[in-house]
């Protein structure tokens, strides 16, 4: 409670947090929609704007701001679930990297390097063609989460490094503590914060890849998301038969999400870093 | 003989590693999937056979049945699949056949080479400088407004970014060439006229790319240098009244570089990745664009062929700075 008090002393924290609490707000209203997302033609189609159809109408005859909940609602499921998915990943491999040492250490770290080099990109889209038949917002989860892991390893396992040598661990190693119980009780209290921050970025690079990849199409369009928003309104030429509302409308939203991620991040991780913060109140 | 040992061959030993681990992978995945999808692909193709040129077809399944050899034992898949890499055999392209998947890829590859390589390494060096000098001389008025701009660049949606430009200025402000590499009809040869035409037609992507490339590097160099700013070697630099100048770039500059390169190398590790959008956008002619084409038309073969020769691309590239990793760190020299 009081560090969420003190990071809201943020000013670009606090304006990503109300940003983030009005999207997911959005994401909630998508329970209360009156109409079906994935039913055509359930209103007039190409309307602009009014106070019937908040953000106008698309070429599909979907009202398009109650579809844009249930995409604010699906891109975020997604990008939870694939963080989620990668954050267990990353921090196994950290933790027991950083604390075992060794053979083991040199071993996962070498694996994290390879996925570092990869064009993991390109390996994402191999992978997602060979799976387009069965692609749905678990299996996507599943593709972006198993890949995505590992650098935020790789912090873990630096601070987990830094952890090793202090004071505390000699002490809890002498008096008997076990491994398992040093690692979950005492280290993942240090390493929880850094999780946090790796989590938020990630979910920023999951709902990124999910557009571009439903924009060359290898996601189910079927299944109203950011990216599948977009490529209706990109395949259907919304810009040239000047239906920009429709475009406009997925753009807007997708840029506040990556905005709201990114200052929440950059506050957190600030707040991490002793050193940022003091220069950002000044105190010398 | 002790930077061979120590330095040089495990940089070798982990290249060849790294290399092969990658291949690997492309290998095994498609196996762990639980419907094979080789077969599944094989079946789409020969369904489509129908209004598609059959030869094409056919030729593409056999690649696939012999890359893969669907019948034969795992090890045994595994060596013909390597056998056919080495020889640099890709099979056919299935969208432009018979075009072998190779020649498509050599002709994309220096578009993207000369677009990728040049902005990356042109917003590596401004986003440092300036975010060095920024990072460095915190009260001056110009850079926070700098600062600023950056905050407001770098969370941007590339593709927002991208078709912003184009509307701006080929659209609106008709400055630019919608897309391509070059006017097409154009004779490729090495004459003023025509590298003047390409570098019209790459101005557009390249200033998308090193917008974006510019922002990130200046906020990670900012954030080091303020690091670095604080230690002891900078305050007895300024006790003993060392010029301003000097400290800034002999010693603050030079120390707070030294993570950035690597950060350097990881950004050459995305360039294929990340011209897909650009290359989209600006139908530039790279291999983002192949691969656009390759997705669309299901080509299995060229996907298969772009990923293995990044893999090999990317980590000859990062071999090449890890060696010359030492020009700029003494400790890794003497060490």
Redesign the interface.
Same mark, same amino acid.
């Given at each position: 409670m009081k560090t969420l008090r003190e990071l809201l002393r943020d000013a670009r924290f606090s304006l990503g947090a109300v940003v983030a609490l009005v999207l997911i707000l959005l994401a909630l209203l998508s329970f209360f929609s009156p109409y079906n997302p994935t039913e055509w033609r359930v209103v007039p189609r190409d309307m602009p704007p009014s106070w019937k159809h908040p953000l106008g109408t698309d070429s599909k005859g979907q009202d398009i701001f109650w579809q844009m909940t249930f995409a604010v609602r699906n891109s975020l499921a997604l990008a939870i679930l694939a963080a989620a998915i990668s954050r267990v990943i990353a921090v196994t491999v950290g933790l027991v990297a950083g604390y075992s040492g060794g053979i083991l250490d040199r071993v996962l770290m070498f694996i994290s390097d390879g996925f570092l080099v990869m064009p993991l990109f390109l390996i994402i889209v191999m992978l997602a063609m060979l799976v387009r038949e069965h692609m749905n917002t678990v299996n996507l989860a599943l593709l972006l989460g198993v890949l995505g892991w590992a650098w935020d390893a790789r912090l873990i396992r630096s601070q987990v490094l830094s952890l090793r040598e202090r004071e505390f661990t000699y002490t809890a190693i002498l008096s008997g503590t076990p491994m398992r119980k040093l690692i979950f009780n005492e280290y993942s209290l240090f390493v929880m914060p850094l999780v946090f921050t790796t989590l938020i970025n990630n979910m920023a690079w999951v709902i990124g890849m999910e557009i571009t990849l439903a924009l060359i199409g290898l996601t189910n369009p079927d299944i109203p998301t950011l990216g599948a928003m977009l490529r209706w309104a990109v395949s259907y030429q919304a810009m040239l038969l000047g239906l920009w509302w429709w475009i406009l409308a997925p753009i807007a939203i997708s840029i506040a999400l990556f905005v709201a991620l990114y200052l929440v991040s950059l506050g957190i991780s600030e707040y991490l870093d002793p050193r940022a913060r003091i220069q950002r109140v000044g105190v010398r | 003989m002790r930077f061979v040992r120590r330095y040089l061959i495990p940089r070798l030993v982990?290249y060849v &590693?790294?290399t092969w681990?990658?291949i690997t +992978?492309?290998f095994v %995945?498609?196996r762990l999937?639980p419907?094979d999808?080789?077969e599944?692909?094989v079946a789409t193709l020969q369904a489509q056979g129908a209004y598609r040129d059959p030869a094409a077809v056919k030729q593409m399944v056999d690649t696939l049945r012999d890359m893969y050899g669907l019948e034969a034992g795992l090890l045994e898949q595994y060596l013909s699949f390597w056998k056919r890499l080495l020889s640099g055999d890709f099979g056919p392209s299935y969208f432009s056949f018979p075009t072998p998947v190779i020649e498509l890829i050599g002709r994309s590859f220096p578009w993207t080479i000369g677009l990728l390589l040049t902005t990356t390494v042109l917003s590596w060096i401004i986003g440092n400088v300036t975010g060095g000098l920024s990072g460095y001389f915190?009260g001056n008025g110009m850079l926070k407004i700098f600062d600023g701009i950056v905050m407001f660049v770098?969370?941007?949606?590339?593709? +927002?970014l991208g078709l912003t430009l184009v509307i701006l200025f080929a659209y609106l402000l008709p400055l630019f060439p919608f897309g391509g590499g070059y006017t097409i009809g154009a004779q490729i040869a090495f004459t003023w006229d025509f590298i003047k035409d390409v570098l019209r037609h790459a101005f557009l992507p390249a200033l998308s790319l090193s917008l974006l490339g510019i922002a990130v590097n200046h906020q990670t160099m900012r &954030?080091i240098i303020?690091?670095v700013k604080?230690e002891d070697y900078i305050r007895y630099a300024k006790i003993a009244a060392v010029k301003e100048q000097t400290i800034f770039s002999r010693y603050a500059m030079r120390n707070a570089l030294l993570p950035q390169i690597t950060g350097l190398t990881?950004s050459l590790?995305?360039i294929?990745?990340?011209a &897909? %959008?650009t290359e989209?956008v600006f139908s530039y002619p790279g291999l983002g664009f192949l691969?656009?084409r390759a997705?669309?038309n299901?080509d299995?073969n060229l996907?298969?062929g772009?990923?293995t020769i990044?893999?090999v691309a990317?980590?000859t590239l990062?071999l090449i700075v890890d060696l010359l990793y030492p020009l700029f760190d003494p400790r890794i020299r003497f060490r």
């Open positions: - | 982990q &590693l790294v681990l990658g +992978v492309v %995945i498609p999937l419907s999808p080789i599944s692909m915190t770098r969370p941007i949606p590339y593709y +927002v &954030l303020q690091g604080e990881l590790g995305q294929f990745g990340g &897909l %959008i989209i691969l656009y997705v669309v299901s299995y996907i298969m772009i990923t990044s893999i990317i980590t990062i």
